[in-house]
């Protein structure tokens, strides 16, 4: 099964119809029924429905939604300190965790790593395992991009305040402890919301 998510709506495809997540405006649709991918991607982009699930041979399904994209690969991470909190940063008006573009010759997880040192000033940070990866789509300069990016949970023997990474517009950087995560995710993309729930539930 993937999920996507097109204009912070979740566009899926499951194998059955058990993966369907039922709701108002929620749309169940097998690919026999569809003329193309863009029809099914036009559905959710143009707000005509709240949330999509696609049937039918997953990975079929899957190369035919890659054919309508560039993808760009990025990695980031769930970090804990030695208070296990969690480490959010604030950019462009919401709530996010570390995560950046890989570089070419880089490995996903040399990638989380870097990424968290530059956008938050924090090191000593060791992998504790790979958490899941979301998808989400944008449009950059006329072209549809797909973004898949690559979680990682994280520890920190770094007990310094993080210096969030201005140039990339991160105009905040701070340790979170649990009770507070909640609020902060109301104002964060739904895709942090699900790498969250990953970590605290894995």
Avoid at 23 to 52: C, F, P, T, W
Avoid at 61 to 76: N, P, S, V
Avoid at 171 to 182: F, G, L, Q
Wanted: charged residues 25%; negative net charge.
């Amino acid at each position: 099964m993937y999920k996507i998510f097109i204009s912070d709506k979740p566009f899926i495809i499951a194998p059955s119809t058990n993966s369907f997540e039922k709701g108002h405006g929620s749309l169940l649709i097998a690919r026999s029924e569809l003329y193309n991918m863009k029809q099914a991607i036009d559905l959710i982009s143009l707000n005509a429905v709240s949330n999509l699930t696609i049937t039918g041979d997953v990975e079929t399904i899957w190369q035919e939604f890659l054919q309508q994209y560039k993808l760009i690969d990025a990695a980031g991470g769930v970090v804990i300190n030695n208070e296990n909190k969690v480490l959010f940063i604030f950019r462009l008006g919401k709530w996010d965790l570390p995560k950046g573009k890989v570089d070419e010759g880089e490995t996903f997880e040399q990638a989380a790593l870097r990424e968290v040192e530059e956008e938050c000033g924090i090191g000593k940070l060791s992998l504790t395992g790979k958490l899941l990866t979301t998808y989400h789509t944008y449009t950059l300069k006329g072209q549809n991009i797909l973004k898949a990016s690559h979680w990682y949970s994280m520890t920190t023997a770094d007990n310094t305040e993080p210096k969030p990474q201005t140039e990339e517009n991160i105009t905040n950087a701070r340790w979170v402890s649990a009770d507070e995560i909640p609020a902060l995710l109301k104002d964060a993309y739904p895709s942090i919301a699900e790498v969250i729930n990953k970590y605290f539930n894995k």
